[in-house]
């Protein structure tokens, strides 16, 4: 298996464009999630999904963020308009089941807003 | 509510010595202890993990936890170490807060290995 995708790795965008992240978890994995990882704020869990889902979204920053996962196998975290406070690196990770929390993480996005 | 401590953000170590990462937690609930590993640019990797059976867990690469509950603690050691455990570790805990499962990240310790 190829593990969890993510695209792309990196991205440089300037304040206000549209920034979206894709992620393609592990085939037969029916839980996702999204993170973001900052020197100042550590790897905080902004949403996950459980069969295509969203089950807790309490960790979205706010309205600029927005997830979706339109299928099993492709998941998409957007930010509209984006902010210089946004960069980070953000993680897609998948798990089997959302309960046994054995998750496998994509390699990230690292994300720069100028 | 839950939360969990990483009491080292930098530990430095000489290879072939021991390894002691300390994590303490506290929860409301029966909790999931983890540990996960993330070498740079990279993402992060299962070491471990205790979900209420056997206190001392193994995991790969050598490194092992024990859950002691009376300590409200969940340790990382490893008896020998090597250049390439250079990384940043990641204690987590999980346990049902407000009726949905939620994952608590401590806020990682970077394990340096010298020569």
């Known amino acids: 298996d190829a593990g969890v995708i993510q695209s792309p790795r990196h991205e440089v965008t300037e304040m206000g464009q549209e920034v979206t992240l894709r992620c393609k978890p592990i085939s037969g994995h029916n839980s996702l999630f999204w993170y973001r990882q900052t020197m100042m704020r550590g790897l905080e869990l902004l949403i996950y999904?459980?069969?295509?889902?969203?089950?807790?979204d309490s960790g979205m920053p706010e309205d600029r963020f927005s997830a979706k996962m339109p299928n099993a196998s492709f998941s998409t975290l957007k930010i509209q308009p984006s902010e210089p406070r946004d960069s980070a690196v953000y993680f897609c990770?998948?798990?089997?089941?959302?309960?046994?929390?054995?998750?496998?993480f994509g390699p990230g996005t690292r994300l720069t807003v100028t | 509510a839950q939360s969990v401590t990483q009491l080292d953000s930098h530990v430095s170590v000489s290879e072939g010595t021991p390894v002691l990462l300390r994590c303490n937690y506290s929860?409301?609930?029966?909790?999931?202890l983890f540990w996960y590993v993330q070498h740079p640019n990279k993402g992060l990797q299962l070491l471990l993990k205790?979900?209420?059976?056997?206190?001392l867990v193994k995991g790969i690469n050598g490194f092992e936890a024990e859950f002691k509950k009376s300590e409200t603690s969940f340790h990382l050691t490893k008896p020998s170490a090597h250049m390439s455990d250079a990384a940043e570790y990641f204690c987590?805990?999980?346990?049902?807060?407000?009726?949905?499962?939620?994952?608590?990240f401590g806020s990682g310790t970077r394990l340096q290995v010298q020569p």
């Open positions: 987590v805990v999980s346990a049902m807060d407000t009726g949905r499962r939620a994952l608590t």
């Open positions: 205790y979900t209420s059976a056997a206190t």
């Open positions: 999904f459980n069969n295509n889902v969203p089950i807790d």
């Open positions: 990770a998948s798990s089997y089941q959302v309960e046994t929390y054995e998750q496998y």
């Open positions: 929860s409301s609930y029966s909790p999931s």
